[in-house]
């Protein structure tokens, strides 16, 4: 029998020119590199520069999925943006995203899931393939996270964590009949738990509080800012994460032996390396562009499984196991034969 399936046609990332090292960031907050390095393996990321936003790094991720794709922009059925940092408070970052392609008329959905949020529109656009509804759907991971860090000792805990960054993959409707072959994404797994939202979360603007969604004392306390219980995220990402990739193996009846590579969501080496001990993987399966991105959130994902088809070690017919973890809290996991 043959099922209706998503399977990636198209890959692509980018990544703005200016790198920002760890030595950089100590002339405007108390830190050093051998303390970002040894909790977090990040060595360095990159930032934008003047007036470039979310939506500018998705359109040049997503022509460079288009282009490998072999697809004009006129092709595509639906478009889906992940991104915590969008262009502005409305209209969604997927409208900009929309009209910087040329395009008009296509749903343009954004996707706020932080850093699940690629596995999530992942998900939702295979929803909308599986039942026939779109044949081809871009699906985009985008973040400028250097505009919204608080630059001083005060937020040095999460400012040395994050960059900027896009990732996009396009999906097409693919029928297919041998699902140990053939190229398809075999299923998502995805988890909230709301009782950790202010674990990881930026406060304001708000409008959970008394009048104005932004006031002087939001502004005077730095609820503008992300804040973040380190320890608790940490804990949680090493226990959910290989939760949902073995969910996923389960469902799809393989084992950890059977996954060629490793995609995880980038926000600390030492989660990715318990990840792996957890899941009983070899680290060498494991994909990892941390030490030169650090966290580019909904981004992490469609950039390393763009940059490990050019390191030459995703390739077609590899079984790729890839989940995330981040404010939410939100967990998933995606399985997909490549
Ligand atoms: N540079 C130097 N010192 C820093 C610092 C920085 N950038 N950030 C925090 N510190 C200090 C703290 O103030 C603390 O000092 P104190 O002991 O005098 O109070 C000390 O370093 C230790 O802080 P702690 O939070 O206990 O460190 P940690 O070993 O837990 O590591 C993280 C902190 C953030 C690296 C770690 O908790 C982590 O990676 N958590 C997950 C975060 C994450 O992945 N977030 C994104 C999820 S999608």
Redesign the pocket.
């Known amino acids: 029998m043959t099922n209706l399936r998503s399977r990636v046609i198209g890959l692509g990332s980018h990544l703005p020119p200016r790198i920002v090292t760890n030595e950089d960031?100590t002339e405007f907050?108390?830190?050093?590199d051998e303390?970002?390095v040894q909790?977090?393996g990040i060595r360095e990321r990159r930032w934008v520069e003047g007036v470039t936003s979310t939506s500018d790094l998705a359109v040049e991720a997503s022509q460079r999925a288009l282009d490998s794709a072999g697809l004009a922009a006129q092709d595509l059925d639906m478009i889906f943006l992940a991104t915590l940092s969008p262009d502005h408070f409305f209209p969604g970052s997927a409208v900009f995203l929309q009209r910087k392609l040329g395009l008009a008329g296509i749903p343009a959905i954004d996707v706020r899931q932080?850093?699940t949020g690629f596995i999530y529109a992942l998900s939702i656009a295979d929803q909308y393939i599986r039942t026939g509804s779109a044949e081809k759907i871009l699906v985009v991971g985008s973040e400028v996270h250097s505009k919204g860090l608080e630059k001083s000792?005060r937020g040095?805990?999460?400012?040395?964590?994050?960059g900027d960054g896009a990732g996009a993959v396009i999906l097409e409707a693919t029928g297919v009949t041998d699902p140990d072959r053939e190229s398809h994404l075999l299923s998502t797994h995805l988890y909230t738990d709301g009782a950790f939202a202010e674990e990881?979360w930026v406060p304001a603007v708000s409008t959970a509080y008394d009048e104005d969604i932004v006031d002087q004392r939001m502004l005077d306390r730095g609820d503008q800012y992300p804040k973040?219980?380190?320890?608790?995220?940490?804990v949680h990402?090493v226990k959910r994460m290989p939760e949902a990739v073995e969910a996923a193996l389960e469902q799809n009846n393989y084992q950890v032996n059977d996954v060629d590579l490793f995609v995880f969501?980038q926000?600390?080496l030492?989660?990715n390396e318990a990840v792996a001990h957890r899941l009983g993987a070899p680290e060498e399966k494991v994909f990892n562009t941390i030490h030169k991105y650090a966290?580019t959130?909904a981004a992490t994902i469609p950039i390393g499984l763009d940059e490990a088809v050019q390191a030459g070690m995703l390739e077609a017919g590899m079984l790729v196991a890839s989940a995330?973890?981040?404010?939410g809290f939100t967990w998933g996991s995606a399985l997909l034969r490549w």
């Open positions: 960031l907050m108390d830190t050093s303390w970002i909790r977090t932080q850093c000792t040095r805990d999460v400012t040395v964590l994050f990881l973040m219980n380190g320890r608790q995220v940490f990402a969501h926000a600390n030492r989660i966290n959130t995330a973890f981040g404010s």
